[in-house]
């Protein structure tokens, strides 16, 4: 039945299980489109363009923003960071649903953008902090100072958990992720997110006449 | 974690499909509260007064509403019926879910009652209005003249699928339970039916200094 695709926003502390949600998610459901940002920051070892990110220069970057072609932009760390207008309008036309890894700034500008009627906003919380840290630390990749910092960036996160339509303790990956599941299935069976059922119940009247 | 019940109303035209999918729902999970309806209509054979409904003189139900102890009522067919209060607002309290299974008349009721911020309402349709009268024709226990007055209550009943949070079609049982697992599921994952978030969340940045 013909519908308009939602915006799915999933945001969360890092290390909190988002990216890897995220990809089950992909995986699940392949007409689900994944929403690659734009950044000014250097690409790191084995990142590829247009596939985890796009890179951009602050110069290209600033202009995509003044021609209005970032649904939502942020300074992070002092890197810029967006996504992309075009896609999501264009998957949104084709009834396809489009997934966003962003933080509580990306979702807030995403609701209140002129297509905030079509979003869906998850925030996934992670069991407790110190267990958020364990898991920082076994990536073990980072300095004491750099896992510091991400830490206060994690409560920051955190303390915007009440602006999201549903809120997910993630104890457990698989439990989350059949979470996740449910609550996509569920929002597209929402009556006013369903174009077409105006016209099907039409017919179904009138084709008993 | 600590949450308020939902009131889950489960409509559609009759031979949709709508009591075994509520069924199922039952069997599905067994925290979830039936909503048995009171009457003033007779038994028919079979019907187990406390399981099936509460079957009531007149005088006791016009007292029960009289009194508000009926949560929604409507006179249908000539015989009343309701959903008493009392069992609904105690599953509430105990975190539990009701099920109604109720026309548009009690579900506008129950919407607009002081309950009304926990309702989560579902409209099933069927595929087609033939496909509905063949479903009403296959129970083999009414005459032509009752089925017609059963398919004009039907449209009566379509024509208000508009007032539901959700609604599906009901072309495959088995596709539309899942659908309606989703539902509750997703329901009750949404923040603001959550009222132990807030302590979760304290306790969760607390935890950590």
């Known amino acids: 039945m013909e519908r308009t695709g939602l915006l799915i926003i999933l945001s969360s502390p890092s290390g909190a299980g988002k990216s890897t949600l995220a990809r089950r998610l992909m995986d699940w459901d392949d007409s689900l489109s994944f929403s690659v940002s734009a950044t000014t920051r250097s690409p790191r070892p084995g990142e590829v ?27 992070v760390f002092g890197n810029l960071y967006g996504s992309p207008r075009a896609p999501v309008e264009a998957a949104m036309r084709a009834g396809r649903d489009t997934l966003f890894d962003v933080d509580w700034q990306g979702g807030q500008q995403i609701r209140a953008s002129a297509l905030g009627g079509h979003v869906v906003s998850i925030f996934v919380l992670p069991p407790s902090l110190p267990e958020l840290e364990r ?40 439990r989350t992720e059949a979470d996740l599941r449910a609550i996509l299935s569920a929002e597209r069976l929402r009556r006013n997110r369903r174009a077409g059922l105006g016209n099907f119940v039409k017919q179904l009247m009138e084709g008993d006449e």
């Open 49 to 75: 363009d247009g596939q985890h990110y796009h890179f951009t220069s602050a110069d290209d970057f600033r202009e995509l923003v003044r021609t209005d072609q970032m649904l939502e932009h942020a300074e």
């Open 135 to 174: 898991r920082l630390r076994t990536r073990g990749q980072d300095s004491d100072e750099v896992i510091a910092g991400r830490m206060a960036k994690s409560r920051g996160e955190i303390s915007h958990w009440a602006e999201y339509d549903y809120v997910l303790v993630n104890d457990d990956l698989d």
